[in-house]
Protein backbone atom coordinates (compact mmCIF):
# COMPACT_ATOMS: atom_id res chain seq x y z
CA UNK A 1 0.00 0.00 0.00
CA UNK A 2 1.40 3.22 -1.03
CA UNK A 3 0.79 6.52 1.12
CA UNK A 4 1.63 10.22 -0.15
CA UNK A 5 1.30 13.06 2.51
CA UNK A 6 2.38 16.45 1.38
CA UNK A 7 3.83 18.61 4.39
CA UNK A 8 3.11 21.89 3.95
CA UNK A 9 6.07 23.20 6.13
CA UNK A 10 8.74 21.27 3.91
CA UNK A 11 7.11 20.25 0.75
CA UNK A 12 8.21 16.64 1.64
CA UNK A 13 6.13 13.82 -0.50
CA UNK A 14 5.99 10.76 2.00
CA UNK A 15 5.77 7.76 -0.28
CA UNK A 16 5.26 4.72 2.46
CA UNK A 17 4.62 0.79 1.32
CA UNK A 18 2.90 -1.17 4.17
CA UNK A 19 3.76 -4.78 3.76
CA UNK A 20 2.07 -7.96 5.91
CA UNK A 21 3.30 -10.86 5.05
CA UNK A 22 3.53 -14.85 6.72
CA UNK A 23 3.45 -15.77 9.78
CA UNK A 24 1.57 -11.93 10.93
CA UNK A 25 4.91 -9.36 10.39
CA UNK A 26 4.00 -6.09 9.15
CA UNK A 27 6.97 -3.99 7.94
CA UNK A 28 7.21 -0.50 6.37
CA UNK A 29 9.39 0.97 3.88
CA UNK A 30 10.01 4.78 3.15
CA UNK A 31 10.14 4.75 -0.85
CA UNK A 32 11.92 7.80 -0.84
CA UNK A 33 14.72 6.25 1.01
CA UNK A 34 14.17 2.85 0.60
CA UNK A 35 14.92 2.11 3.80
CA UNK A 36 12.64 0.31 6.49
CA UNK A 37 11.11 2.45 8.92
CA UNK A 38 8.91 0.20 10.67
CA UNK A 39 8.84 -3.38 11.60
CA UNK A 40 6.41 -5.48 14.26
CA UNK A 41 4.42 -8.60 14.56
CA UNK A 42 0.78 -8.76 14.01
CA UNK A 43 -1.14 -9.88 17.03
CA UNK A 44 -2.70 -11.96 15.01
CA UNK A 45 -1.04 -15.10 12.98
CA UNK A 46 -1.37 -16.52 9.88
CA UNK A 47 -2.88 -14.50 7.68
CA UNK A 48 -3.17 -14.63 3.60
CA UNK A 49 -5.93 -13.27 1.06
CA UNK A 50 -6.54 -10.44 3.77
CA UNK A 51 -8.13 -6.93 3.04
CA UNK A 52 -5.58 -4.50 3.90
CA UNK A 53 -6.82 -1.34 2.82
CA UNK A 54 -6.03 2.58 4.59
CA UNK A 55 -8.46 4.83 6.77
CA UNK A 56 -8.67 8.43 6.82
CA UNK A 57 -10.97 10.93 5.94
CA UNK A 58 -8.47 11.78 2.49
CA UNK A 59 -8.28 8.37 1.53
CA UNK A 60 -3.95 8.90 2.16
CA UNK A 61 -4.29 6.95 4.93
CA UNK A 62 -3.00 9.62 6.81
CA UNK A 63 -3.46 12.29 9.62
CA UNK A 64 -2.02 14.83 11.63
CA UNK A 65 -2.49 14.34 15.92
CA UNK A 66 -2.59 17.72 17.55
CA UNK A 67 1.28 17.53 18.65
CA UNK A 68 1.77 17.44 14.28
CA UNK A 69 3.07 13.76 14.56
CA UNK A 70 1.93 11.97 11.21
CA UNK A 71 -0.34 8.95 12.08
CA UNK A 72 -0.95 6.86 9.28
CA UNK A 73 -4.47 3.93 10.07
CA UNK A 74 -4.97 1.00 7.82
CA UNK A 75 -7.45 -1.79 8.25
CA UNK A 76 -6.86 -5.18 8.08
CA UNK A 77 -9.30 -7.85 7.78
CA UNK A 78 -8.61 -11.77 7.44
CA UNK A 79 -11.58 -14.44 8.58
CA UNK A 80 -12.73 -14.03 11.94
CA UNK A 81 -9.66 -10.99 12.55
CA UNK A 82 -10.26 -7.31 12.22
CA UNK A 83 -7.16 -4.81 13.03
CA UNK A 84 -7.10 -1.32 13.23
CA UNK A 85 -3.00 -0.67 12.40
CA UNK A 86 -1.93 2.32 13.36
CA UNK A 87 1.97 3.51 12.62
CA UNK A 88 3.88 6.38 14.12
CA UNK A 89 6.06 7.93 11.24
CA UNK A 90 8.23 10.10 13.38
CA UNK A 91 8.94 7.21 16.44
CA UNK A 92 8.29 4.45 14.45
CA UNK A 93 6.10 2.58 16.16
CA UNK A 94 2.67 0.54 15.80
CA UNK A 95 -0.26 0.16 17.94
CA UNK A 96 -3.08 -2.55 17.61
CA UNK A 97 -6.83 -2.80 18.11
CA UNK A 98 -8.70 -5.49 17.83
CA UNK A 99 -12.18 -4.78 15.55
CA UNK A 100 -15.41 -6.43 15.47
CA UNK A 101 -16.57 -8.29 12.71
CA UNK A 102 -20.22 -9.28 11.61
CA UNK A 103 -20.97 -12.96 12.16
CA UNK A 104 -22.07 -13.10 8.51
CA UNK A 105 -18.54 -12.33 6.83
CA UNK A 106 -16.30 -14.02 9.70
CA UNK A 107 -15.24 -17.17 7.80
CA UNK A 108 -14.99 -15.74 4.62
CA UNK A 109 -11.73 -15.44 2.91
CA UNK A 110 -10.13 -15.20 -0.67
CA UNK A 111 -12.92 -11.75 -1.17
CA UNK A 112 -12.07 -8.86 -2.85
CA UNK A 113 -12.97 -5.60 -1.32
CA UNK A 114 -13.38 -1.70 -2.41
CA UNK A 115 -13.31 1.49 -0.58
CA UNK A 116 -15.96 4.29 -1.15
CA UNK A 117 -15.87 7.31 1.37
CA UNK A 118 -15.89 5.59 4.71
CA UNK A 119 -17.05 2.43 3.76
CA UNK A 120 -15.39 -0.88 2.75
CA UNK A 121 -17.26 -3.30 0.49
CA UNK A 122 -16.67 -6.77 0.59
CA UNK A 123 -17.25 -8.97 -2.94
CA UNK A 124 -17.01 -13.00 -3.14
CA UNK A 125 -15.53 -14.88 -0.77
CA UNK A 126 -14.62 -18.66 -0.13
CA UNK A 127 -15.79 -20.46 2.82
CA UNK A 128 -15.17 -24.38 3.49
CA UNK A 129 -16.37 -26.16 0.71
CA UNK A 130 -19.07 -23.65 -0.52
CA UNK A 131 -18.12 -20.96 -3.38
CA UNK A 132 -20.57 -17.73 -3.39
Same mark, same amino acid.
Given at each position: ??????? +??????????????? $???????????????????????????????????? @???? @??? +? =?????????????? +???????????? =?????????????????? $?????????????????? +????
Amino acid at each position: MVDKDSN +KDSNRITLLLFITYF $YGNISVFDLNTFQRIGYDYLPVKEISYHCFVSNSET @GQGQ @GMT +K =TNKKIHEMLLFCEK +KGLSIECDEDNN =TFQFRQLPLCNNTAPFKY $YAYVCINDLILFFGGYVY +KYLI
